[in-house]
């Protein structure tokens, strides 16, 4: 089993930066990856970014590429999503979700992942 635990939510401005880290207990190994999703509402949940735990090879979506970039910190076995110049459409809750040995064709789908956060709110409004 492994537990998530999002943290660093909040509201912020327009153009402003977040950071969101989630915090991974339990069998957690170097064939994971780590990622994180989101869904706002009256939406379908969508990937985001992920990072693979063995290597730090990172993949995003289209809509984030550039603006946000994710971390990892093999000791305190964490991973961060840095977000900067947010928009009124990345307001959603963000999930973060953990699954172990997926192939590239799967990273950017929700059902590789076996494990996941309870969900942090990030709204972005002026």
């Known amino acids: 089993q492994v537990q998530l635990v999002e943290s660093g939510g909040g509201l912020v401005q327009p153009g402003e930066s977040l950071r969101i880290s989630c915090a991974a207990s339990?069998?957690?190994?170097?064939?994971?990856?780590m990622g994180w999703f989101r869904q706002a509402p009256g939406k379908e949940r969508e990937f985001v970014a992920t990072?693979?735990?063995?290597?730090?090879?990172?993949y995003y979506a289209d809509s984030v590429k550039g603006r946000f970039a994710i971390s990892r910190d093999k000791a305190k076995v964490t991973v961060d999503l840095q977000m900067n110049s947010l928009r009124p459409e990345d307001t959603a809750v963000y999930y973060c979700?953990?699954?172990?040995?997926?192939?590239?064709?799967?990273?950017?789908?929700?059902?590789?992942?076996?494990?996941w956060g309870q969900g942090i709110q990030v709204t972005v409004s002026s």
């Open positions: 979700a953990a699954g172990a040995n997926m192939i590239l064709s799967e990273v950017r789908n929700s059902r590789a992942y076996g494990y």
């Open positions: 990072i693979r735990w063995n290597g730090g090879q990172a």
């Open positions: 339990g069998r957690t190994g170097s064939s994971y990856a």
